[in-house]
C-alpha cells in the first residue's frame, strides 16, 4: 500500500465510511477522540448553516 | 431541502431507527413502510410546493405495492410492472418536455401541463421499481413478503436521492439487521456529519463562485476566471452529491442496513471508463445491468459496443434532466467514452482489461499518469457547463472560453 493510498484508508475511515482504520493507525471506534471530531464538525455545520441551500440532485 | 432540516432527524430518523432495532422481526419492515410513507406525505406538502398533489403520489407506491405481489419468474405482468415505472416517470418529468419538442413553446403547446410537479424523488424509486421487476422476471430475486417490500420502496433515507439499492441486498439487512449498535451509531453519525459538514461548508460555499454562471457575468469575465466558475461547480456538485450519498448510507446504517456507497474518489482517476465507475456508482450499475446488457452489452463488434455505449449515456443524460442541455451532457461524455474504447482499441491493447482501466502489466509512467488524469479532469469538467447552464447559455460560455 503506498502513501496515496494510506491517506485516502485514513480519509474514509475518519469520514465514517470504513469500519476498521488503516495499517499502523491506532485510533479504535471508541475512543473519545471520536467526540472530539464531532464537535468541531457540528460547530462548522452551525458556523456556516446560515446560507441557503438545496440539494442539487433531488427533484423538485 | 429535507437532510439538513431537524424535522428528518428529529421526527423521522431518529425515532425509526430507535423503533426498528428494538421491534420485531415481524414488525421491523412495517416501521420502515410506516415512516416512509408518512415521510413522503410530510416532505411533499411542506417542502417541495406539491402540496397535496404530490403527497397523493403515494398512491403510486400503492399501486407497485400491489402488482409487484403478482411477479413471478417469467411472468409477462413484469413488463406491465415495468412500462407502469416509465410511464409515471416520463408523464411527471418529461411530459412537457416532450411535447414541447413537437408543439413549441408553452404559447403554442396546447397539451402544456400547467402546474406540472415531480413526486419526491421519482427518478430514483421509478427505477428500484424497474430493477426489481426485471430480477423478479428473471428469477434473480425472491419476493419477499409485502411489509419487507414496501420497507423496500419506502426506505426513506434513499427514497428521494439514492443510491439506487438492490432488493436482494436489502432483504438480509431488513431480516437480519446488524447487532453491533455502538460501531453503527458511531460510522452512521460520523458519516452523516461529515455529509452536512460537506454540504455547508464546502459545496454551499462555493455557491458564490457558481452563481456566476449566467449570461450577464459570463459576458465579462476573463477567460481564467470562466473555468475557475465551472471548475467549481464541478466541486460542488461532486460534494452536494457525495454529501447527500453520505447522509443516505450514514442514515442506513443507523438501521443498521447497508447502503451501496456512490462516490469513490472520482476526480482522481485516470480515464474516463474509471471515472463512470467511480461517479454516482449505484446508477452506472443500474444502466448496465439494465440498459447496457439487454443492448447486447459488450458482445458485437467494436461499432456495436460503441453504440451501446451512446444509448447509456443517452440515457443517463435524459434522466438527469428534461432539457436539450442534459441529452448533450450525457452525449458529451457517451462520447469521450466512445473516444477512450476507440484509443485503447487503436493502441493495439484492445483488451477488456486496459479499456476498463485496470492496471495493465505494465504500470504507466508517472508524467503519464498525469496526462491522463489532467485530460479526464479537465473533460469532464468542461462537459458540467452543459449540466449547469441552459443550451444557450452554454454555448455562449464556450464561445467566450475559446472565441474571446
Not at chain 2, 43 to 55: N, P
Request: proline share 4%; glycine share 8%.
Amino acid at each position: 500500500m503506498n502513501c496515496f493510498q494510506w491517506l485516502q484508508w485514513l480519509v474514509e475511515y475518519v469520514e465514517g465510511a470504513r469500519d476498521e482504520g488503516p495499517p499502523g493507525l491506532n485510533l479504535s471506534l471508541s475512543s473519545p477522540l471520536w467526540g472530539v471530531v464531532w464537535v468541531f464538525l457540528m460547530a462548522f455545520i452551525v458556523l456556516f448553516s446560515g446560507q441557503s441551500s438545496k440539494f442539487i440532485y433531488i427533484d423538485f | 431541502m429535507i437532510f439538513n432540516t431537524a424535522a428528518y432527524y428529529l421526527l423521522f430518523l431518529f425515532p425509526s431507527a430507535l423503533a426498528f432495532r428494538r421491534a420485531s422481526s415481524q414488525l421491523r419492515p412495517w416501521i420502515i413502510a410506516l415512516f416512509g410513507c408518512a415521510f413522503f406525505v410530510y416532505f411533499s406538502v411542506t417542502s417541495l410546493g406539491s402540496g397535496w398533489f404530490g403527497a397523493a403520489c403515494v398512491g403510486i407506491f400503492v399501486w407497485e405495492s400491489l402488482i409487484s405481489r403478482l411477479y413471478t419468474p417469467g411472468a409477462k405482468i413484469c413488463f406491465l410492472g415495468i412500462t407502469a415505472s416509465v410511464l409515471f416517470l416520463g408523464v411527471f418529468k418529461y411530459w412537457n418536455f416532450f411535447t414541447g419538442l413537437f408543439l413549441g413553446s408553452r404559447e403554442t403547446n396546447h397539451l402544456y401541463w400547467v402546474g406540472a410537479f415531480l413526486p419526491l424523488g421519482i427518478s430514483f424509486f421509478t427505477f428500484e421499481f424497474i430493477h426489481y421487476a426485471v430480477d423478479r422476471y428473471k428469477g434473480k430475486t425472491e419476493a419477499g413478503t409485502l411489509g419487507e417490500y414496501l420497507a423496500f420502496i419506502f426506505f426513506f433515507p434513499t427514497m428521494v436521492a439514492g443510491p439506487i439499492k438492490r432488493y436482494q441486498d436489502f432483504l438480509p439487512c431488513l431480516r437480519e439487521p446488524n447487532r453491533d449498535w455502538v460501531k453503527d451509531w458511531n460510522r452512521g453519525v460520523t458519516r452523516i456529519m461529515w455529509g452536512l459538514a460537506k454540504k455547508f461548508v464546502l459545496a454551499d460555499s462555493l455557491t458564490a463562485l457558481t452563481d456566476h454562471l449566467n449570461q450577464k457575468d459570463i459576458a465579462v469575465a476573463p477567460r481564467a476566471i470562466l473555468l475557475v466558475w465551472l471548475f467549481a461547480y464541478g466541486w460542488k456538485i461532486y460534494f452536494d452529491f457525495s454529501a447527500y450519498s453520505d447522509i443516505a448510507i450514514g442514515s442506513g446504517r443507523l438501521f443498521g442496513i447497508k447502503i451501496p456507497e456512490n462516490f469513490s474518489w472520482p476526480y482522481f482517476q485516470t480515464n474516463i471508463t474509471a471515472f463512470w465507475r467511480h461517479w454516482h456508482i449505484s446508477l452506472n450499475k443500474w444502466l448496465v445491468d439494465y440498459v447496457f446488457i439487454p443492448l447486447g452489452g459488450s458482445r458485437g463488434s467494436l461499432a456495436f459496443i460503441c453504440r451501446n455505449v451512446l444509448i447509456v449515456m443517452l440515457v443517463s443524460g435524459i434522466w438527469h434532466g428534461a432539457g436539450v442541455n442534459f441529452v448533450v451532457w450525457g452525449l458529451w461524455h457517451g462520447v469521450l467514452l466512445v473516444i477512450h474504447r476507440l484509443w485503447a482499441y487503436w493502441l493495439g491493447e484492445g483488451k477488456k482489461e486496459r479499456v476498463e482501466g485496470v492496471t495493465p502489466d505494465k504500470p504507466a509512467s508517472l508524467p503519464s499518469r498525469l496526462a491522463s488524469w489532467a485530460l479526464t479532469y479537465i473533460f469532464v469538467n468542461l462537459g458540467w457547463a452543459f449540466f449547469v447552464m441552459d443550451m444557450p447559455t452554454a454555448l455562449f460560455y464556450f464561445h467566450r472560453l475559446f472565441g474571446g
